[in-house]
């Protein structure tokens, strides 16, 4: 079965000059759930761009499900943007219509979906993140961490192969943070979260990366990369005060 | 402005009733302004309609005040026209201004209460459905679609700017803070700006291609057809008759 991410050998560098990545090799099986750390400006944002072809023009390939990402392919290129979920981190940049329901709808209608279907496949990404009673309430009128819900229902809308998360549990509240990992546990998608929050990697991702000056510097259980000291402190990373990695079976 | 109801006027598609108003306020602009009998049978036709779609006369009263920045330069007319001259309460003034201005007041706040009373019985977002159909093109609705999403957004962030200055203690006095506005302002633009580019990169990442998909149909049956057509069909019978009565006034 073909993975559900293959990236080989990306590399980019920005119009202005900055290289941003260095040839970075990244390969997630189906049904895996995997963390991207790495501290600011490490290249997360520029990695992930790539993965639906927003960013290209570098050297690599980038593979989703099988299928090369080619952005002078549009047709393929619609396909891709089915297949990659993006969540952006803030919400009002991703909700952008008068209504929940019409949001949910905009992915699956630009795929070409109608009628029974379209209200089917809303009604289910609704149901799956527990927004099912907002659908004809206006973005704006929800709370923070109703919209970040309702923002991942508008890509689970459109089936993706892949589900990519920038920051989920940024700006939530404790309440909210719990909730969203349950419902982020729940799902059966592939799920690629970009987070500074390593608590919440090594609660919700078993295997984890790290991305630090436009490479993957390691690879391996969330578990272990937490507890390795020395890597932590080579690439910025913290543990909150009083967090202990929890040691997994 | 949208005030929730569930009258005929309110089902009806919001394409028809943007007609209607356009034909009503043609047939007002296009009546003569010596017949004043026909401007108080279109006021009667409006109120009809706000009755009719159970809007409250208070609420259709408080908005028309909108238009009083609009309507100032009417009130000047009578004094700076020229003219024979007529008195009126003591005062001399021109009575081609007094009949200029009275043709201003009387058309303005005529259009202004049949806009009011499309507003107030169809939500922004269905009225912007209704401009789309009648081939506006797209680009401008998906603007304004935007903005009624935005603006609230954009008024919370300027907000916070301004609590933020003020928590450092600033407040304008005097025009040499404008300085400071002027940067805020513009702070504030470029972060709208930063917010467009990051909405439209989430809008390609869901497969958008130019075009925003068509979610709501709004389709008008013949009778909703006739319904609205009452409206603008008096009105220009009215006008018509205006007009004959002006003819044989010459």
Known sequence: MDASLKVSGLAYAYPDGTQALFGVDVTIGRGERVALLGPNGAGKTT??????????????????????????????????????????????????????????????????????????????ALERVGMAHVADRAPQHLSFGQRRRVAVAT??????????????????????????????????????????????????????????????????????????????????????????????? | MYRPGDSPVHRLPPHCKILAVLGFVLAVVATPREQMWAFAVYALLLAGAAAFAGVPYGHVARRVLIEVPFVGFAFLLPFLATGPRVEVLGLEVSQNGLWGAWNILAKGTLGVVASILLATTTEPRVLLLGVERLRVPPLLTQIATFMFRYGDV??????????????????????????????????????????????????????????????????????????????PATAAAVSLAAWMAQWTLL
């Not at chain 1, 099988?66 to 047709?75: A, C, L, N, Q, S």
């Not at chain 1, 979920?85 to 630009?110: H, I, K, S, W, Y």
């Not at chain 1, 919700?204 to 402190?233: F, K």
């Not at chain 2, 928590?167 to 302002?185: C, Y």
Request: net charge neutral; with cysteine.
């Open chain 1, 155 to 249: 890509v689970l809308a459109m089936e993706p192969e892949i589900l990519v998360l920038d920051e989920p549990s940024s700006n939530l509240d404790p309440a909210s943070r719990r909730e969203l990992a349950e419902i982020l546990s729940s799902l059966d998608v592939t799920v690629l979260m970009v987070t500074h929050d390593l608590p919440y990697a090594a609660q919700l991702c078993p295997r984890s990366l790290v991305l630090s000056g436009g490479v993957v510097v390691a690879d391996g259980p969330t578990h272990e990369l937490l507890a390795d000291e020395r890597l932590m402190a080579e690439h910025r990373l913290e543990l909150p005060y009083g967090f202990v990695v929890p040691q997994r079976s």
């Open chain 2, 154 to 231: 954009v008024v919370a962030e300027m907000r916070r700017m301004r609590t933020a200055r003020a928590a450092r203690g600033f407040e304008a006095r005097d025009l040499r803070d404008a300085r400071i506005l002027g940067r805020s302002l513009g702070a504030l633009f470029l972060r709208c700006f930063e917010r467009g580019e990051r909405v439209h990169l989430a809008m390609l990442s869901r497969g958008y291609d130019g075009r925003m998909p068509v979610l709501l149909r709004t389709d008008a049956s013949g009778g909703q057809w006739a319904a609205s057509a009452v409206l």
């Open chain 1, 47 to 124: 990695f992930v761009l790539h993965l639906n072809g927003i960013l290209h023009g570098g050297a690599g390939t980038v593979r989703v499900g099988g299928m090369e990402v080619d952005p002078r392919d549009k047709k393929a290129l619609r396909e891709i943007r089915r297949r990659v979920g993006l969540v952006f981190q803030d919400p009002d940049d991703q909700l952008f219509m008068p209504t929940v329901r019409e949001d949910v709808a905009f992915g699956p209608a630009n795929l070409g979906v109608r009628g029974a279907e379209l209200e089917r496949r809303v009604a289910a």
